[in-house]
């Protein structure tokens, strides 16, 4: 069977589920716990014969003889056991719970995962497999899961430009469902001829990710795991932790990411009678430029900190990062100062599964302190205007950003040239505009006041709703200003 009809068959389970309230996102953490669960005992049979430090009696084996209530008390016994194990099975059972209320279901779903050998299915088809279904679930706009899941077409691009290297490290802070990971993994695996050394660094030592939400957490260990990175009783290579809190304390050679949408962070507080709040964070580190509580502007300072002098990065911010002022431009002058900051891709709307949301992807290099400014030049590349994509009538592809790839000029950008889309800015002319402002553009949008260039409706209809969206945004933005938030 190919990964998709193997996708396919596995989620069209997911229907009958959904009759008894299991969400999409349920439904796939309960796969994910029994698919790591069949794979252990695989992996733990001949010819691998592996010390899985699992015991029979909390064994995928002690499922298959059990039906019924039987079968339900075993599972939520192992579910609750396996939790406070170390390594990557605490990790991935971290206070797991039951969704599947009907035994029956719960049977079929078991004995389902059961006909299939997953170990003797390559890494890719594994991969696929499980990257179909986080695809799926991020499509279903009820669950909220589409905001840890970046599109695969755009993270593509993004490694492709980076070019990350064997022996070297490469984090996310931000890491969601681990997309920058696993085509970085990709891109090392097919581009260098890795020995034994470069093969263990790249399975074990080469990523390092944080995720603040424990569902999304372990939807990524198991998605590194499936492809190859990481193994059944190693150290996880993530941690659940907001990670914009302190310095990780180790600097790497890369940063991507794609930090969560939404200007200002936040936590609930549980009042004394039981009532919630929420109240709006601050960081106060002595590595940041500025204090802020718009998480974005954080997430920038942060990036810059966790890089190695000539480190990389990449990182997907709202178009607010390129013109606020206040606390906005502040970053944006050091990051000019301190790093280069030498290319900036203008991304199209209705391409994110959050919607609301203009963006852009900043390229910078870290650098270490000097008199005059690192940056001479930012290149920017408009991929927006007179571009329009939909999640479900006109996907982005990979096709739509070769174009965006060839002229970053992965493999000596230094060596440049300016077309219609792609055009630089010396620093002067930069530090010249009002705020610093980066938000630049040139092209004409040929729909404006051209009837015959209008976009489809469908396309029309999804920019109205993104734009009011970007709007309400805003207005709660000012809302919570005037009600005393800083």
């Known amino acids: 069977m190919t990964s998709a009809s193997i996708v396919q068959r596995v989620w069209n389970y997911c229907h009958t589920l959904r009759d008894d309230g299991v969400s999409y996102g349920d439904y796939v953490e309960q796969l994910t716990y029994l698919l790591f669960l069949k794979m252990a005992d695989e992996y733990a049979k001949p010819p691998y014969n592996r010390k899985i ?14 039906s019924g209530a039987e079968l339900e008390t075993q599972y939520i016994n192992i579910l609750n056991e396996l939790g406070s194990y170390k390594g990557m099975i605490g990790e991935i059972f971290f206070k797991a719970q039951n969704k599947i209320q009907d035994p029956a279901k719960l049977y079929k779903l078991i004995h389902m995962i059961d006909d299939e050998t997953w170990t003797i299915l390559d890494t890719d088809v594994k991969g696929d497999i499980y990257e179909g279904l986080l695809e799926k679930n991020a499509e279903d706009t009820k669950s909220g899961a589409g905001q840890y899941f970046t599109p695969r077409a755009l993270i593509r691009a993004i490694v492709e430009c980076v ?22 993994h990709d891109f090392i695996s097919k581009n260098y001829d890795l020995d034994k050394d470069g093969k263990k660094f790249l ?9 603040i939400v424990s569902s999304t957490a372990r939807l990524c260990l198991m998605n590194m795991y499936l492809h190859n990175i990481g193994d059944l009783t ?7 932790a907001d990670s914009l809190l302190s310095s990780p304390g180790t600097l790497f050679d890369y940063v991507m990411t794609n930090p969560p949408f939404g200007k200002k962070s936040s936590m609930t ?6 009532t919630q709040s929420k109240e709006t964070m601050t960081y106060e580190r002595q590595d940041f430029w500025t204090t802020t509580s718009n998480k974005q502007l954080n997430f920038v300072q942060h990036v810059r900190s966790m890089l190695k002098a000539g480190g990389k990065a990449a990182v997907v911010v709202p178009d607010n990062v390129l013109f606020e002022g206040g606390a906005g431009e502040k970053v944006r002058k050091r990051l000019l100062e301190m790093s280069d900051l030498h290319t900036i891709l203008r991304l199209p709307t209705g391409i994110f599964y959050a919607q609301g949301v203009k963006a852009n992807v ?3 290099d870290n650098k270490p302190a000097a008199k005059t400014p690192w940056t001479k030049e930012v290149w920017i590349y408009d991929l927006r205007t007179n571009n329009h994509f939909t999640l479900k009538t006109r996907q982005m592809r990979y096709d739509d950003l070769k174009d965006f790839v060839t002229c970053y000029n992965p493999k ?19 530090a010249a505009r009002d705020k610093t402002n980066l938000d630049i553009f040139w092209l004409k949008d040929e729909s404006l006041g051209d009837m015959e260039n209008l976009p489809d409706p469908d396309v029309l209809a999804l920019e109205i709703i993104e734009n009011v969206e970007a709007g309400l945004n805003s207005f709660e933005e000012i809302t919570n200003t005037l009600n005393g938030e800083k």
């Not at 070019?163 to 970085?184: H, L, N, Q």
């Not at 190693?234 to 659940?240: K, V």
Request: hydrophobic share 30%; glycine share 6%.
């Open 269 to 274: 507080i549980t009042n004394q009678d039981g």
């Open 234 to 240: 190693s150290d996880p290579p993530l941690e659940r």
């Open 203 to 211: 399975k074990f030592d080469t990523f390092r990710g944080w995720e």
């Open 362 to 364: 900043i390229f910078f």
């Open 53 to 66: 430090d699992i015991p029979k009696e909390l064994s995928w084996e002690s499922l298959l003889s059990k």
């Open 412 to 430: 000596n950008r230094f060596k440049r040239k300016e077309t219609e889309r792609f055009k630089k800015f010396t620093h002067d002319e930069i």
């Open 163 to 184: 070019r990350p290297e064997p022996m070297k490290t490469i984090a996310d802070p931000a890491c969601g469902m681990g997309g920058f990971f696993i085509i970085s």
